[in-house]
């Protein structure tokens, strides 16, 4: 079965930065790296709202209010993703999920919570 586990959530300060990595399994190295994968957020008494994505050959796409401080990268050889988060403000407090499609379904992870606070 496919699953994804986040990892690197963590209570930090205004302007602090933090890693999000994401492992896969349950995939062959060749289905994760054709695969778009993408982290999302969830603030209490919010939606869920997509941050930013990755296609397979690299092409990435940012929420606006993330551009320039976040940057999403993947690593097909150890199928894991990352979220490099730079510059983290307290609107950036929220639960951090990971998802992938493969093979026509959508899997997320159990999500990893981030947050900025002084």
């Known amino acids: 079965q496919v699953q994804l586990v986040e990892s690197g959530g963590d209570l930090v300060q205004p302007g602090g930065s933090l890693r999000l990595s994401c492992v896969v399994s349950?995939?062959?190295?060749?289905?994760?790296?054709?695969?778009?994968m993408g982290w999302s957020r969830q603030a209490p008494g919010k939606q869920r709202e997509l941050v930013a994505t990755?296609?397979?050959?690299?092409?990435?796409n940012y929420e606006e209010g993330v551009k320039g401080r976040f940057t999403i990268s993947r690593d097909n050889v150890k199928n894991t993703m990352y979220l490099q988060m730079n510059s983290l403000r307290t609107e950036d407090t929220a639960v951090y999920y990971c998802?992938?499609?493969?093979?026509?379904?959508?899997?997320w992870g159990q999500g990893t919570q981030v947050t900025v606070s002084s």
């Open positions: 349950g995939v062959s190295r060749s289905i994760f790296s054709i695969g778009a």
């Open positions: 998802h992938t499609g493969v093979r026509g379904l959508a899997y």
């Open positions: 990755i296609t397979g050959d690299g092409s990435t």
